[in-house]
């Protein structure tokens, strides 16, 4: 039986506002950025950006150039940091701007680069540091932080000093990449001290044609001084151990006109207060700067967030009206070590969360140490899509189905959305959430009514829309002069290619690929695979079996070539797209790619990897120190790097058990009986006291080789382990930590110090977690999971290869 889903488009709203706030560029620039009360604009055309964060004092700045290009290749165009001020002046009057903490450099990075760039400067930031940022010395102040005491805004007024002496010349006025600022965090009472904060800062020196504000939990803004900001998790440890999976995440797989997450920051405000009535929607645009790029991991909550959930958070998000995509974390990292004290936010300091001392890996799309994970390939698919169709999809505004979801329980419900100008759109549907799956939806059929076109029905036959799906399905898509009048395959972008303007698809797993085009826009079509069907003004094509190959050649009637090439959904989650050897190209790889300029740089642990290349340049690439053996891939040209075997490198220890491990990791000491839990701040569990790992832990030793120890770089100690908590030592010093959540554990070789490790070798020390502790771990059975053991290692090697023209 077809079930029919129906959605009626109104008829269009009145024209956006625009002037009515208080943004503008620096005068001159060539493509002035703006605001209207819909959407964005750059350059006289509506922008839609993609934001990711990325910490610079906490990963090393003699990488920050490599991650940074890694973030343009997964589509982000505008990179956010707090500016963390503890990790710049924890000793009062001892202002560090050094190193890894070289504000400036990172910013002339983005810039080099072409990132924007976006400060969050606070004071006080959150992002899981001690204090939330605020300096101890700070605090030992008779004053009151986040307010309007003269006494506090002293202070605040030098470190805002500071930093706009650090990006003095960096703002739009000077050609510099700093599109915005954000004041403050998570402050929902407090709005004449936003304002100040603004006109502090302001009269610092910075600028921006951007001033934002976060705006999740009814905050209360200095009327429109501040562009607010939303943000949406698909998870939270920031909630009790035992309360489930929570609504306020939960809401983010429906479409909704909602913006607001009152969930976010809930445990640092109170609960009965809510700051205001709800951002006006009719004079903002919905834009957004914490989209769950991942989750944190405290002690008493361990969530775990796959890259389905990633993907389907942020797809769902461009459907409900999102016309900035900004992710929190995009870029994991790791805290440094304080001086004085440790920096992660702990019951120690009052807060409600106790956080791993050094370890801020986020489950972000790029790990703590640059890994790249499912969830960039993900995310990447839709920035390419936004790349390429953003100016249009920004202005269109969504709309939703007659039949909706009778609540945030309801899984029967087919969850799907349109955005669309009145005439034509992008058709998305959500049928994956978290934890609760959603089932298959048999016998679907989309009809959409427009007000000033005719209506789209779509497939030509029902499909079933698989469980775990999330799709985003064009409406009337000119490409070079074809119109696309439907299609069931997601547009990721166009390249030029043997003389046509290429349209790449992804196909959706469990649904066949159907593409139908206006018949008086072609002239002329060729298919490899399918049938190809006259069907009342539209030519169906049909049958197309996705893969490299599956490149449908369209002449269309004014002229132009036209190729629609319909892609695998794993083959599509390796399409990057970039400037390579004088012209941009597709390049598909299932590992990290960059664009460097004349070179491009692949990071891969495989022995032999390969990309492959469309269109092909006129002669192979070459990279240093290998041969390139090159064949046809479909459409493509399919590159194998063919190199020495790194068999020494290569090492892998599997065991079944701990008695079983000999290499690399050897046990010394098993582990004792697991600490008594204590609770803490809000009466969560706290992490077990450090007496507890020196006496307590289970000890290992961890045997590195010296061919590993002379090249580190790229080299990850994976580790799958139960238990507790884990520490990773040289010496006396933790180097490494991680709570346990059933991740595996990664361990970078070059973070360590080679030579101590040489002298004093490398240790692990992992706690047992007792039966009775508040503690949530998603995923376990039994109770095996709790005693303490690392149960397989193995060396992870990532190679880089450079490869430059030929």
């Not at 998305?428 to 989309?446: A, G, I, K, R, S």
Request: with cysteine; glycine share 10%; charged share 20%.
């Amino acid at each position: 039986m077809v079930t029919p889903h129906r959605l009626r488009v109104p008829s269009p709203s009145a024209p956006p506002l625009t002037g009515h706030l208080p943004f503008a560029d620096a005068p001159g620039v060539p493509d002035p950025i703006g605001v209207t009360s819909r959407w964005l604009t750059r350059g006289g055309r509506p922008w839609f950006p993609v934001s990711g964060e990325f910490h610079y004092s906490r990963y090393p700045a003699r990488e920050w150039e490599e991650e940074l290009l890694k973030m343009k290749a997964g589509g982000v165009t505008a990179v956010a940091s707090y500016v963390i001020w503890i990790h710049h002046e924890e000793t009062e009057g001892r202002i560090r701007f050094d190193g890894d903490r070289d504000l400036r450099r990172f910013a002339e990075l983005c810039a080099r680069h072409g990132l924007d760039f976006i400060p969050r400067i606070g004071p006080w930031s959150h992002a899981e540091v001690r204090n939330g940022g605020l300096p101890d010395w700070l605090l030992a102040r008779a004053c009151t932080p986040r307010t309007d005491d003269p006494a506090y805004l002293e202070p605040v007024r030098a470190w805002f000093t500071e930093i706009a002496g650090q990006l003095r010349g960096l703002d739009r006025a000077h050609g510099g990449p700093i599109v915005a600022i954000q004041i403050e965090n998570e402050l929902y009472d407090q709005p004449g001290h936003l304002h100040t904060l603004k006109l502090l800062a302001q009269e610092a020196g910075l600028s921006a044609p951007l001033w934002t504000s976060t705006a999740w939990g009814g905050v209360q803004l200095p009327g429109e001084e501040l562009l607010p900001l939303f943000g949406g998790y698909p998870e939270a440890f920031w909630t009790e151990a035992d309360g489930g999976w929570p609504d306020t995440c939960r809401k983010h797989f429906f479409f909704t006109h909602e913006r607001d997450d009152e969930g976010i920051g809930a445990d640092l405000r109170p609960t009965t207060v809510r700051g205001a009535e709800p951002v006006p929607a009719d004079r903002f645009p919905w834009a957004t700067c914490e989209l769950g790029g991942g989750m944190a991991v405290a002690y008493h909550r361990r969530p775990r967030v796959e890259a389905a959930d990633v993907g389907a958070l942020g797809l769902t998000k461009i459907g409900c009206g999102s016309v900035w995509q900004g992710y929190y974390m995009f870029h994991g990292g790791t805290n440094p070590p304080g001086e004085l004290t440790s920096l992660q936010e702990s019951h120690a300091t009052g807060y409600p969360n106790d956080l791993p001392v050094l370890t801020y890996d986020f489950q972000a799309p790029l790990g703590e140490y640059g890994q790249v994970r499912p969830s960039y390939h993900e995310l990447r698919l839709q920035h390419l899509l936004l790349a390429d169709f953003g100016h249009r999809i920004a202005p269109m505004e969504s709309v939703l189905p007659e039949r909706l979801p009778t609540g945030q329980h309801d899984r029967d419900t087919l969850r799907w959305a349109v955005r669309t100008d009145g005439t034509s759109g992008f058709l998305f549907v959500t049928n994956h959430q978290p934890h609760e799956p959603l089932p298959d939806h048999p016998d679907t059929v989309f009809t959409v009514d427009f007000p000033d076109a005719p209506p789209l029905t779509l497939p030509s036959a029902p499909v079933t829309v698989p469980s775990g799906a999330c799709l985003c399905w064009p409406l009337r898509l000119d490409v070079a002069g074809l119109r696309l009048e439907w299609a069931t395959a997601q547009p990721v972008c166009t390249v030029e290619a043997g003389g046509r303007t290429v349209l790449v698809l992804a196909a959706t797993d469990g649904i066949a690929p159907e593409l139908a085009l206006d018949a008086d826009t072609v002239a002329s079509l060729a298919t490899p695979t399918g049938e190809v069907t006259p069907v009342g003004g539209r030519v169906l094509v049909s049958g197309v079996r996705p893969g490299t190959d599956a490149l449908v050649e369209v002449d269309a009637a004014e002229g132009s070539r036209v190729g629609l090439l319909v892609l695998d959904a794993a083959t599509a989650r390796t399409v990057y797209r970039g400037d390579a050897w004088g012209a941009e190209r597709l390049v598909l790889c299932g590992d990290g790619v960059v664009f460097d300029g004349d070179e491009v740089r692949l990071h891969s642990p495989a022995a032999e990897p390969s990309f492959a290349v469309l269109p092909a340049p006129d002669s192979l690439p070459v990279v240093a120190g290998a041969r390139l053996r090159a064949a046809a891939d479909g459409v493509f040209t399919r590159c194998t790097i063919e190199a020495a075997p790194l068999a020494a490198t290569a090492a892998t220890t599997e065991a079944a058990s701990l008695a079983d491990i000999a290499v690399p990791v050897t046990l010394v000491r098993p582990a004792g009986p697991a600490p008594e839990p204590v609770n803490g701040v809000q009466g969560r569990a706290s992490v077990p006291a450090d007496k507890y790992v020196e006496t307590v832990a289970a000890e290992y030793r961890v045997d590195v080789p010296e061919d590993l120890l002379r090249a580190p770089a790229g080299v990850l100690l994976r580790l799958r382990w139960t238990g507790d908590l884990a520490r990773a030592y040289v010496g006396d010093v933790v180097v490494a930590d991680q709570f346990y959540s059933g991740r595996v554990w990664d361990i970078g070789l070059d973070r360590l110090p080679v030579e101590e490790v040489r002298a004093r070798g490398l240790r692990l020390r992992v706690l047992p977690l007792a039966e009775d502790a508040s503690v949530h771990v998603p995923g376990q059975a039994g109770d095996d999971w709790r005693a303490a053991g690392v149960r397989h290692a193995e060396w992870v090697v990532t190679r880089s290869w450079t490869v430059r023209a030929g």
